[in-house]
């Protein structure tokens, strides 16, 4: 089945450092796949997707490339503030259904 | 972009007493309405899947007699969690999806059963 494989956290960073979480996928067909985020004790938010290969999602300075060669998705930012501490999900849905596939979420710290 | 809201943001009950949770997707009619669930430092488990006007498709493992869930418009959805124990504690998330394919997160349920 499909499934989503994110590199463990937690992560902590000083701020202005570069940011990568990795993140690699199993599925059968093509999938879109997605970055959430979830600040503390709120929900998920959408931070940016990529629906086919060799897209590039961006959104508020956060990047990821759809890497079909590589099964990958990973989330880069070049300059991390403090406000960006929260837990990332990679996800994929499979393009035949609906249902989203959560990686196992990555704790992100930022220090001043 | 698209609002869904949750009620209660944080239940506290007792245990044995039932709670009932909605979601309500504020601008744009949800035909289909997810719940998860998310234990402390994990990623969010689907428990069921429910489109408007039909019944819930469950997940393996989840009780449907515990988690009634009510999809009544295309606006509201309702979770209730039966005879709730301690360890039903958890935060339960809902999310929407209209016509467009992007699927929209509530803020989240904390329940606390004591």
């Known amino acids: 089945g499909d499934s989503v494989t994110q590199m463990e956290g937690p992560v902590t960073l000083s701020e202005e450092a570069f940011l990568t979480i990795n993140c690699t996928y199993t599925?059968?067909?093509?999938?879109?796949l997605f970055w959430y985020v979830q600040y503390p004790g709120e929900g998920l938010q959408l931070l940016l997707k990529?629906?086919?290969?060799?897209d590039k999602g961006s959104n508020k300075g956060f990047e990821a490339t759809y890497r079909k060669e590589t099964t990958s998705f990973h989330l880069e930012k070049g300059s991390v503030q403090v406000s960006d501490s929260a837990v990332y999900f990679c996800?994929?849905?499979?393009?035949?259904?609906?249902?989203?596939?959560f990686g196992e979420g990555t704790q992100l710290t930022v220090n001043p | 972009g698209a609002v869904v809201s949750q009620h209660p943001s944080r239940v506290i009950c007792k245990s044995g007493t039932s709670v009932k949770i909605e979601c309500r997707s504020l601008?744009?009619?949800?035909?289909?309405m997810f719940w998860y669930r998310q234990f402390p430092k994990q990623s969010l488990m689907l428990m069921a899947t429910?489109?408007?006007?039909?019944?819930?498709?469950?997940e393996q493992g989840v009780e449907k007699d515990k988690f009634l869930i009510n999809h009544a418009s295309l606006t509201l959805s309702t979770l209730t969690v039966t005879s709730a124990h301690p360890e039903d504690s958890s935060f339960y998330i809902c999310?929407?999806?209209?016509?467009?394919?992007?699927?929209?997160f509530g803020p989240g349920t904390r329940l606390l059963v004591l």
């Open positions: 429910s489109n408007e006007g039909s019944k819930a498709t469950y």
């Open positions: 996800a994929l849905r499979e393009t035949s259904g609906s249902r989203l596939t």
């Open positions: 601008d744009f009619q949800a035909t289909t």
């Open positions: 999310s929407a999806r209209g016509q467009q394919e992007t699927q929209y």
């Open positions: 990529a629906t086919k290969a060799d």
């Open positions: 599925a059968t067909g093509y999938p879109s």
